[in-house]
Structures are given as structure tokens and as C-alpha cells.
């Protein structure tokens, strides 16, 4: 008996391969009153179909000699959208729609008629077509709301879609009677410095039209959610050298060096003020201009050498501050910059002695080394080298 009961289990869970899709009688385009003059790129219609060989992702098409200014698109794995590609030239087009799950394809017979409307009224009765929206928004807040009219023959609401951003979403919500309203909820953060402008477009299917001139199942709508830029984020140096090498001949007033910043808020930017950071022994050689960011040297370079010597690099803190201008608390950025003393001047080297007095003997090969008298061998000294040469030739 338990047998059996198993056998009868696994058929029930047995699926029926092989069963060719179809199209839904309430979504395949089978009459499309299309008025004359609906735009280029508009979504015309919406196809949709079903298969039992669940599951199956299922392709639509149009084909035939009047199909031409018509484009399919797959919207999900059940459904599809006719886009209008061209200015319709006749009065009325036949072609056939299709639909296919790769291996049984089912056929359904079409006919478009070109109504000459002067005037579409469009179902949205209530929308934003620009938001602007700050980018401190929290998420899942209602950043507005869209109304559309239900269609007169059918007893369901008007379904809404939302395509251009995944950062946003759609959701139904009551309407006044004879309505369907759904609000726009930013379900990610914005982020100005990355992106501040959005183009959303809602769909909404099943919307009302004047039937004795347009059949189309679905309507749109274009909306432009424009960020605006909050104070949050702080300055950048756009030119700030890692080492600068100082010249000793360098005199006071002239310039080291000069550290730019920007406000890393582009939308509302802020001035720069630059500044160093205290506790620096060596910061009273320097003076750094707080607009402009130039640093000069405020002492001899001669009396820098003599108090701190040339063996480390001297490290310089800065500061680049923005300049507070509401109720937001100025944002800052440090940052230190190496200097390094250099001699510039090009000293000719010379001997470490005046005379010197060496021999070899008669008939030595050549590269025989001299031998020198006393105990100072013949040497050579180079002020920008800091150091002693060897001689290796005299001309």
C-alpha cells in the first residue's frame, strides 16, 4: 500500500512537458486603435503570455509586411512591450505576434488601425514631472505621488510600474474613486557628488483611454528627480606635493610652494581657508597665505640650516578649511608636505693642498700608481658634494 501511495506522490509532481505557450486573450494586441499621432519610442502595447512548462521564459515578436514599425522588447520573463519604431504611412496594418518558449511557438493574428485623434488625453491626472530632492533624504521616504484614471470597462486598479533607477520603487496606495495612486519611494541614498540627476519613467497598465480612438493597454509617464547638494563632504587639496625641494638660495618673500583644496560639496562649494597646524618648531620660517595657499619664506634659509641642519627633511602640517557660511559646521582636511634643502649653486671643485710631490719609477707600465711623498695623498674637494674627491687624473 505505501508503494503505491509513493508512486502516486512523484506522478502528481510529474510536469507535462511539451506544451506549447500562449497569449493572453486580455493582453495580445488582437485590435490596436493606435492614434496617428503617438510619439516615436512609445511604449504601444504590453504583451502578455503564459506556458504551463513552468518555467519558461517566454520571447514575443511581431512579423509580417506591416510589422516594420513596430519593436518587442522583454519587461519580465512573461511578458514583453511593442514600442512604436516610426511614423505609421497606412491606415491600417495585419501582421502576425508571436510567442515562443524555444521550442513550441504559438501564433495569434493582429490588426492595427491608425486613428487620426488630433487630441490624447493622457490617464495621468496627477504627477511631478521635476522633484528635486535632497541627498540627506532618509530611505523609504514618499518622495511624491502619481494619480491615474482606471479604465471605464474593467474593475481592476491601474497597475504601476517604475524603470530608470533602482534606487527608487513604486508602490500602489488607495486613490479617490475612479483612480489608482501609488507613491515613489527612495528605497537607496543619492548621493550628489556621484549622481544628481535621475530620469525615472512610470508605466501605468490598465489605464484609462478614450476606446472609440486608442486601445493601448499601457501608458507612461517621464519624471527628472534632480539631487541637491547638502554640505557633507569635506575639502580635497588638488595640488599638494608629497616632497619640495628648497633651494638654499632662496631669500625671504620668495616662494616655497603653493597647496590648493576645493570643497568637496560641488554642488554649493564653499571658499578655502588654508592654515598650518601648531606645534611645529620650524613654522616661524614660513608664513602661508590663508586665501591663496602660497607659502614663502619668511627667514634666511642660512639661519633654517643653522638651527635644524640639512640631514632630515622638515615636515610641514597644513590645513585647508572651509569657510562657514550657514548652519552647516565647516569641514577641514590636514596633510603635511616634506621639505627638502638643496644647495643650487655650482661651486668649482678644488685641490686640498697647493702643492704635492710624488715619484714612480723610470719604465713603470701604464696604470702604475704614484707613489706620494709624506703622509697627504693628492685630494680634491667639491663644496656642492660635501665631501672629499680623490684625484684620478691631472691634465
Do not use: C
Amino acid at each position: 500500500m505505501w508503494m503505491w501511495t509513493i508512486l502516486m506522490l512523484l506522478l502528481q509532481n510529474v510536469t507535462v512537458q511539451g506544451n506549447a505557450p500562449n497569449i493572453e486573450v486580455s493582453h495580445n494586441m488582437r485590435v490596436l486603435k493606435l492614434p496617428r499621432e503617438t510619439k516615436i519610442g512609445s511604449i504601444v502595447y504590453r504583451l502578455k503570455g503564459y506556458d504551463s512548462d513552468i518555467p519558461d521564459v517566454l520571447t514575443f515578436g511581431v512579423r509580417g509586411s506591416g510589422a516594420d514599425f513596430l519593436e518587442v522588447r522583454s519587461a519580465s520573463f512573461t511578458e514583453a512591450d511593442v514600442i512604436l519604431t516610426k511614423r505609421p504611412t497606412e491606415d491600417q496594418y495585419r501582421f502576425t505576434v508571436f510567442v515562443t518558449d524555444g521550442v513550441e511557438t504559438t501564433e495569434d493574428e493582429s490588426t492595427v488601425v491608425i486613428t487620426d485623434a488630433t487630441r490624447i488625453l493622457s490617464p495621468f491626472l496627477q504627477y511631478d514631472s521635476v522633484i528635486k530632492l535632497s541627498e540627506n533624504t532618509a530611505q523609504n521616504a514618499t518622495i511624491t505621488s502619481v494619480v491615474a484614471k482606471d479604465k471605464d470597462t474593467s474593475n481592476l486598479p491601474v497597475k504601476f510600474e517604475l524603470r530608470g533607477s533602482d534606487k527608487f520603487s513604486i508602490k500602489y496606495v488607495f486613490g479617490p474613486r475612479g483612480t489608482s495612486k501609488a507613491k515613489i519611494v527612495l528605497i537607496q541614498n543619492v548621493d550628489y557628488e556621484k549622481q544628481n540627476l535621475y530620469r525615472l519613467q512610470i508605466l501605468a497598465l490598465n489605464a484609462w483611454t478614450n476606446e472609440t480612438i486608442d486601445t493601448r493597454n499601457i501608458a507612461t509617464v517621464d519624471i527628472i528627480v534632480v539631487v541637491e547638494d547638502v554640505q557633507d563632504s569635506p575639502p580635497f587639496f588638488t595640488e599638494l606635493p608629497n616632497v619640495v625641494r628648497v633651494s638654499e638660495s632662496l631669500k625671504p618673500g620668495d616662494k616655497v610652494l603653493q597647496i590648493r583644496a576645493e570643497d568637496g560639496d560641488f554642488g554649493d562649494q564653499r571658499a578655502i581657508l588654508y592654515s598650518f597646524l601648531p606645534d611645529i618648531p620650524w613654522i616661524t620660517f614660513f608664513t602661508l597665505n590663508s586665501t591663496t595657499g602660497d607659502i614663502t619664506l619668511a627667514k634666511p634659509i642660512s639661519e633654517l640650516k643653522q638651527q635644524y641642519g640639512t640631514g632630515l627633511p622638515l615636515l610641514l602640517g597644513v590645513r585647508a578649511r572651509e569657510v562657514f557660511s550657514s548652519g552647516v559646521p565647516p569641514a577641514f582636511i590636514e596633510a603635511e608636505v616634506a621639505l627638502v634643502l638643496v644647495n643650487t649653486e655650482n661651486h668649482p671643485p678644488k685641490f686640498a693642498n697647493a702643492r704635492y710631490v710624488g715619484s714612480i719609477e723610470e719604465g713603470s707600465p701604464t696604470l702604475t700608481a704614484v707613489r706620494w711623498e709624506g703622509a697627504t695623498f693628492a685630494r680634491v674637494i667639491d663644496e656642492d658634494q660635501a665631501s672629499h674627491l680623490p684625484v684620478i687624473s691631472f691634465v
